[in-house]
């Protein structure tokens, strides 16, 4: 038989577990605090629960967790790296940055990416699977324990596309902002995605008062379908209408992310267009000036155009910064996570386009 991923389950699935087997009912809450509080990784770890019925819980439930495989500590001490391994020999980046405000960790939602967007490195190695939400949780809880911090912010920023794993994604941020787990509450999650449409609208479904970031880096369909593959099957009208259903639902104002990339899409026309796309929308624009990685045939913006671009979406009222780069001697900035493992049978993005 199978055995159940038990970090997944929420306190109430595990409550219903719990009685099946015939436990006394405290016993869900006292398993859950081991595994989402205390970050245990073995059921050996509870060691206020008897060794018999530890046996008993590991013949029916696996704890699916991350092993550090390797950690990287930028030199301006502001950024850590992680390779976590995961239990069937995958591995995954996730990346902890110090601010003042506290730590925030960037995690993975899928194992390499099928997105395909040409200017980043998580899709070089193609696709191999989707993360459940225990391999999630797990990297927070991992970095928090070896680490030894508490970490306070979340952004669903690393490799993979969040809403590409929509069940395990939504699963994982009701567990971590749930008041039994971690508690970190909903308005310091950020979760970005290159704008899957029909999931936008079933996200503001959940009425979740996250921050949604939608990566955007173009402001038509012609340019951005050359850069990102997922515009072919949602354009540019179809994906913010879908963002003005998402602030009419949910009241929060959207982060669109621009990654400006030297004579692509960081031109006066471009900043002018993507200003009159906006205006009048709330919302706020993210300039990221690109990481430049080996195989990527793109180039960062020259400061003279990151500054001319910023100024025009400004003087347009447009809300707009440009993000600060950390951890880029490690190569743990945006859009420089990548699979680190040759996969086998993974599968590179069809030709013909995607398949979400
Ligand atoms: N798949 C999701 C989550 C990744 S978030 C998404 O696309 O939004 C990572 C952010 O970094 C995205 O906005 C992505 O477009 C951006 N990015 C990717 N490659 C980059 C690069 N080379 N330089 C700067 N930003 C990049």
Not at 162 to 179: A, E, G, H, Q, Y
Not at 240 to 259: D, G, H, W
Request: proline letters at 3%; aromatic letters at 8%; charged letters at 25%.
């Amino acid at each position: 038989m199978e055995k159940t991923d038990i970090r997944s389950m929420t306190l109430q699935e595990l409550s219903e577990d719990v009685a099946l087997m015939g436990l006394e009912p405290f016993r869900a809450a006292q398993i859950y605090k081991w595994l989402h509080i205390r970050g245990a990784s073995s059921f050996d770890e509870m060691t206020d629960i008897s060794k018999d019925l530890r046996r008993q819980l590991s013949s029916r439930f696996a704890i699916f967790g991350c092993e550090v495989e390797k950690k990287q500590v930028s030199e301006y001490n502001n950024t850590v790296k992680y390779l976590f391994r995961l239990h069937d020999g995958e591995f995954i980046e996730s990346v902890v940055m110090k601010y003042k405000y506290g730590y925030t960790i960037c995690v993975s939602t899928q194992v390499g990416c099928k997105m395909g967007c040409g200017f980043c490195a998580s899709t070089i190695g193609g696709f191999v699977r989707s993360l459940a939400s225990s391999e999630i949780l797990s990297q927070v809880y991992a970095a928090q324990k070896d680490m030894n911090v508490r970490i306070s912010h979340i952004v669903l920023m690393g490799m993979g596309e969040p809403l590409d794993n929509f069940n395990n994604v939504t699963r994982f941020l009701d567990i971590i902002s749930n008041p039994d787990g971690l508690n970190i509450g909903m308005r310091n999650i950020s979760l970005s995605t290159c704008g899957i449409v029909p999931k936008i609208y079933e996200l503001a479904k959940k009425d979740y008062q996250l921050t949604l970031s939608i990566s955007l880096h173009a402001p038509n369909d012609e340019l951005r379908s050359k850069i990102m593959p997922v515009n072919r099957r949602y354009p540019v009208s179809e994906l913010l209408k879908a963002c003005r259903e998402y602030i009419r639902a949910t009241n929060r104002r959207i982060s669109f992310e621009y990654t400006l990339l030297g004579r692509v899409n960081d031109s006066d026309g471009c900043a002018k267009e993507l200003a009159g796309l906006l205006k009048g929308m709330l919302c706020h624009v993210n300039l990221i000036p690109a990481n430049e990685f080996g195989e990527s045939p793109f180039r960062r913006s020259t400061d003279d155009q990151i500054k001319r671009f910023c100024g025009i979406l400004s003087k347009n009222g447009i809300n707009v910064t440009v993000r600060r780069s950390l951890g880029f001697d490690i190569d743990a900035s945006c859009g420089q996570l990548r699979l680190r493992q040759q996969p086998r049978g993974g599968s590179k993005v069809p030709k013909g386009g995607l398949n979400v």
